[in-house]
Structures are given as structure tokens and as C-alpha cells.
């Protein structure tokens, strides 16, 4: 029995477009650059840093003469970090290129994500293998890994492997924190006379690598709509069955992209936006009483049931858990031998050195939920958001409220809650038509860039909302997307994370209906992602992304 299904079998045939003006022969493809760049901020301290990288235009790509150079080319890829739907055909796009450019070019895999590179493990990727592979979600490729390039060690094997490798340019494929890092490495490169020209591509599920110039991360596209779909069947339960409350919690690190975009597809009774929670300043008490106030309500009109979708990096918005957060991390920075302890040791050595207000809310959290919060922070020092069950904690303190609020007679219903929580069921998932043929799009304009002699610089294809053969084709220097942040005690060069904002459109529409979804059951069943049929379910962008695309 074969252990292809029918469905990857039939999408290999899928041919990922490509936008008009990168399609043709390279001859008839030119450049076009802007005026020279600023960072978004702190621009001299950045200026100093990238001192031979700042200040690049941003580059164009249309119908005009040849600016392509069709010598072969020995280039690396490289995924990093979490999967995201599409990276398969970011490197279709890649191989593609090349091979269109000169059949003999060669392209390598790093394995395992930038430590692939570091230790030079690669792989020489052929179009028997990357024709397994076309239009396919997972980075099983390659592989991924979330190691940060950072020691002058590390810079330097990298560099040693760009040598025996005879790189002419490695694509980095990755979040904010690995296009930082890509930005690095091009200076790097360029500072030490290496030829290897360094070109990222934007990728997380999070829809957080978004800017003025990055209209969307690949990836989101297909990973909210699993959730939603997802979201919409637990709906169509809970509409049926009528006797549980949903406690749905969504990935996407610290911003709430996701959540907002699976709300506006489902329309569920309560979303919270941890972006809105912050800037409201609620606390942990008022997000307990604002679910209590739609379950209290949905009672008096005979429904026990309901949907709640909580953002995983909520508890980082609530400002006195933020406190707490940041107390922690300064308690774990300063024990040498943290890492080491029991999970009862962790426990108790916080919880003697917190603030009074900090240690009254860590031990009022049940344990297990506390413990979670003190779990290894991730190589960028990011806490590890999808280890905490806030969806548990959540669901525990309605039902306590609730309880409370039945004795002093304020409440009838019955509650019985359920808790779930999205993130590994769509990060994998199969490409949408949207994210197959973006990502290939990405893979092949990055190849476009190295052709055109270009490093330090992102791939970028604009106007998203439109089919693809008026998508534009680009790249924008990386530094132009940066600013200056603190992390772990330093003043570091990064790319600004895009959070939700709360005078945007998609927010706005969300939080025009959300009061009556809350009382009212509205749901909206999306189903899964469809990849045949009426181009109006098959081709069409994420809400989020229509809406960004309309005037205020
Ligand atoms: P990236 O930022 O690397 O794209 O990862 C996205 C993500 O899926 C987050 O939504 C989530 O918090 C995190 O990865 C979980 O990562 P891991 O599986 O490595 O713990």
C-alpha cells in the first residue's frame, strides 16, 4: 500500500503560481530600486551595528531589461523555527529559480535549522526530492531548529561551511528573531570579504512578522484557517450537544493574530485580545468576570453551552502577571543552578524571592499552572507561552466564580467546561492555494535577489488581497524593519514584532459584534480548507488580510 495519500499525491501536480511580473523569461525581468533606507527607529545605534548593510533601498521587481545574472549559483536554505504551511514550497520556489537561472546551480539543505550550518550538515537537495515535497506542509525536508546564531564562534562556522560549501548566498527562512539573525549574518559576511549573500523570507503561523512593507508571514493563512475549521466544528457540537463550555486555547506567541482571525471566521461568545487586555489593563480577576457575565446571560436564556478562544500569550498581557513574569525572569537569570532543581525547588525558590503582590498571585495559581511559568525560556529568551495552560486556569476560576455567584442567588445555570488547546494541528498542515503559492512566490523571488547581487534583504510579494498575477515581487532591507530592544539585559538590534493593533480594522470589526456573539449564539461553521473547486473558497486570503486591505 502506498504511503502517499490521494490528496498529497494530487497536490504535487498543483502548479504554484507566480505573480505576472516574475513569471516570464529572466531576461525580461528588472529591478527597480527606492530611495536609500532608514530603520524603523533608533536608527544611529542600528546605523553602527549594520555598518556595511544600512541603509539599502528597497528593490522592485517588474517586466524590463535583464538585471538577472544566470551564472550558476551554489546557494544553502536554511528553516528556522517553528513549522509554518508552505516552507516545502519556499524551497520549490528557491530550487526553481536556480535551475531556471542555470541548470547547473546547485542548492543545499542545511539540517535541523541553523545549526545545520553551523556544523555544516547539509544536504544537496535534486528535483527528485524536492518534487516529493511540492505544495506539502511540515519542514520534514530538512528539518528545522530554533538555535540562535550568536557566539563569534558560531559566526565563524558559519562562515567555514559558506567556504567549503562555496556558497554564493544562504536563504534564511524564518520569524522576526531569524531574519534579526539573518541581518546579522549578511553584515557579518560582508565584513569578513566572504561572497555569501544572505536573504531571508518571512515565515510564522503567529502573523507577527508584519509591517508597513511584510503584508503577511506564510503560514498564517493556512494555519487559522485549520483553527477555525477546527473551531467551527467544536461549535456545531456544542450548538448540538448543548451542554459544555469550550475553552479554546489558540497559538501564536505573544500576539493574538490568530485568535482574531478565528474569531472573525467563527464569531464565538467570548475572544479575548491580549493586546486589547493590556492596553485596558485588565486583570486576571476581570477576564474571569467577563466570561462569568456571558455565561450568567447565555443561562437565563435556557444555553449552557458556549465557545471562549483565549490567545496562548494572554497571561503576558495581564499586567500584575506580566509583574510576575518579569520577576521570574530576573529570579531564574540569577540561579545559576535553576535548571537543575525539581519542579517543588523551582516552585518554592521563587516563590521566597517575588514581591508580596507577585507571590500572592504565584501561589494562589494552581501549582501546576505556577510550575508551567518557571519552564526553560526559549534560545531567544521568549517564555515558552504554549507550556501554560491558560486555558485550564481560565476555566477553573469560572467555575469557582461561578459557584460563588450561585449562592448569592446570580446564577441558575448549569456549567461544565471542556478545554482544548490549536497549535500543533495546524502549523503542518497542507498549504492552502493562498500559502502554496505565496511561499512559492517568496521561494523564487529570493533566488531573484541573489541573482541580483543583493544581501541583508527579505523577500517580499505586496498586494496579497489581489489574485496572484498582480501580487508584486520584491525585497526590502531587513534593518529597515528594526529597532532597538532589551533582551536579557542588553540592548539588542531586532525586528519589531507586529501585535495586534487595536485601532486596525480587523480588530474593529471583531469588536463591533463581538457583545452581541456574547450573549447570542452566531456561529459560523467555516469547514476545512478546500485546495478544488469555486475559486471563492479555494483562493481566497485570511479576513485579517481583506480588511487590512480596506480604508479605515
Ligand atoms: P515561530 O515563531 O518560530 O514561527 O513559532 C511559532 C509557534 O508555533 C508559536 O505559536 C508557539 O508559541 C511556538 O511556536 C511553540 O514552539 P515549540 O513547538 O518549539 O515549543
Same mark, same amino acid.
Not at 558560531?154 to 548566498?169: G, I, P, V
Not at 471566521?265 to 493586546?275: G, K, L, M, V, Y
Given at each position: 500500500m502506498s504511503k502517499i495519500s490521494t490528496l498529497q499525491k494530487i497536490r504535487y501536480k498543483?502548479?504554484?503560481k507566480l505573480p505576472d511580473e516574475i513569471s516570464g523569461s529572466l531576461n525580461g525581468i528588472g529591478i527597480e530600486f527606492g530611495e536609500g533606507s532608514e530603520a524603523l527607529a533608533d536608527q544611529e545605534e542600528i546605523k553602527e551595528i549594520f555598518k556595511l548593510t544600512y541603509g539599502k533601498p528597497a528593490a522592485?521587481? $517588474?517586466?524590463?531589461k535583464n538585471a538577472i545574472s544566470q551564472h550558476p549559483l551554489n546557494a544553502g536554505v536554511i528553516l528556522s523555527g517553528g513549522q509554518a504551511p508552505g516552507g516545502h514550497n519556499v524551497i520549490a520556489g528557491v530550487f526553481d529559480g536556480l535551475r531556471k537561472g542555470n541548470p547547473e546551480s546547485k542548492l543545499f539543505g542545511? @539540517?535541523?535549522g541553523p545549526s545545520g550550518l553551523i556544523e555544516n550538515r547539509h544536504i544537496e537537495i535534486s528535483s527528485e526530492l524536492i518534487n516529493k515535497y511540492r505544495n506539502t506542509g511540515g519542514f520534514d525536508i530538512i528539518g528545522s531548529g530554533r538555535t540562535k546564531i550568536e557566539t563569534p564562534q !558560531?559566526?565563524?562556522?558559519? +562562515?567555514?561551511? /559558506?567556504? $567549503? +560549501?562555496? @556558497?554564493? /548566498?544562504i536563504i534564511i527562512i524564518g520569524g522576526d528573531d531569524s531574519n534579526t539573525n539573518a541581518a546579522l549574518l549578511a553584515e557579518y559576511f560582508l565584513s569578513k570579504g566572504a561572497k555569501t549573500q544572505i536573504i531571508g523570507c518571512p515565515k510564522t503561523i503567529d502573523g507577527d512578522l508584519k509591517n508597513k512593507f511584510i503584508e503577511a508571514s506564510f503560514g498564517f493563512d493556512t494555519a487559522a484557517k485549520t483553527y477555525a475549521s477546527l473551531i467551527g466544528n467544536i461549535m456545531r457540537d456544542a450548538n448540538s450537544a448543548k451542554k459544555y463550555w469550550h475553552f479554546i486555547k489558540l497559538m501564536g506567541r505573544s500576539a493574538s493574530h490568530i485568535t482574531l482571525e /478565528?474569531? @472573525? !471566521?467563527?464569531?464565538? %461568545?467570548?475572544?479575548?485580545?491580549?493586546?486589547?487586555?493590556?492596553?485596558l489593563s485588565l486583570s486576571l480577576g476581570d477576564v474571569v468576570n467577563a466570561i462569568c457575565d456571558s455565561v450568567v446571560k447565555r443561562a437565563k436564556n435556557g444555553e449552557n453551552f458556549g465557545v471562549a478562544l483565549i490567545p496562548e500569550g494572554l497571561v503576558e498581557f495581564i499586567p500584575e502577571i506580566k509583574t510576575l513574569i518579569c520577576e521570574i525572569n530576573d529570579v531564574v537569570a540569577k540561579e545559576e543552578e535553576f535548571g537543575?532543581?525539581?519542579?517543588a525547588q523551582k516552585y518554592s525558590c521563587v516563590s521566597s524571592k517575588l514581591t508580596a503582590a507577585s507571590k500572592l498571585i504565584f501561589e494562589s495559581m494552581p501549582q501546576e499552572i505556577a510550575v508551567q511559568m518557571l519552564s526553560e525560556r526559549d534560545p531567544h529568551g521568549n517564555v515558552q507561552v504554549s507550556l501554560i495552560e491558560t486555558e485550564k486556569l481560565l476555566a477553573g476560576m469560572v467555575k469557582t466564580r461561578l459557584a460563588a455567584l450561585k449562592k448569592e442567588g446570580l446564577y441558575e445555570g448549569k456549567f461544565s467546561a471542556l478545554t482544548h488547546f490549536f497549535g500543533y494541528e495546524g502549523r503542518a498542515a497542507p498549504p492552502s492555494n493562498f500559502d502554496a503559492d505565496y511561499c512559492y512566490s517568496l521561494g523564487f523571488t529570493a533566488f531573484l535577489l541573489v541573482a541580483s547581487g543583493l544581501t541583508g534583504y527579505i523577500s517580499n510579494i505586496r498586494n496579497l488581497n489581489r489574485p496572484v498575477s498582480e501580487w508584486k515581487a520584491g525585497g526590502v532591507p531587513i534593518t529597515m524593519m528594526m529597532n532597538m530592544e532589551r533582551r536579557r539585559g542588553e %540592548? $539588542?538590534?531586532?525586528? =519589531? $514584532?507586529?501585535l495586534v493593533d487595536i485601532k486596525g480594522k480587523p480588530f474593529k470589526t471583531f469588536a463591533s459584534? =463581538?457583545?452581541e456573539w456574547s450573549k447570542k449564539t452566531s456561529f459560523v461553521y467555516p469547514g476545512s480548507i478546500q485546495y478544488f473547486g469555486p475559486s471563492e473558497i479555494c483562493d481566497a486570503c485570511t479576513i485579517t488580510l481583506q480588511l487590512e486591505h480596506e480604508p479605515l
Open positions: 498543483y502548479y504554484a522592485h521587481f $517588474k517586466n524590463g542545511f @539540517l535541523g !558560531q559566526f565563524e562556522s558559519s +562562515l567555514e561551511t /559558506a567556504k $567549503k +560549501l562555496n @556558497l554564493d /548566498a /478565528a474569531a @472573525l !471566521q467563527t464569531h464565538p %461568545n467570548i475572544c479575548f485580545i491580549s493586546e486589547e487586555v493590556e492596553a537543575s532543581l525539581t519542579s %540592548n $539588542k538590534p531586532v525586528i =519589531r $514584532k507586529a459584534s =463581538r457583545d
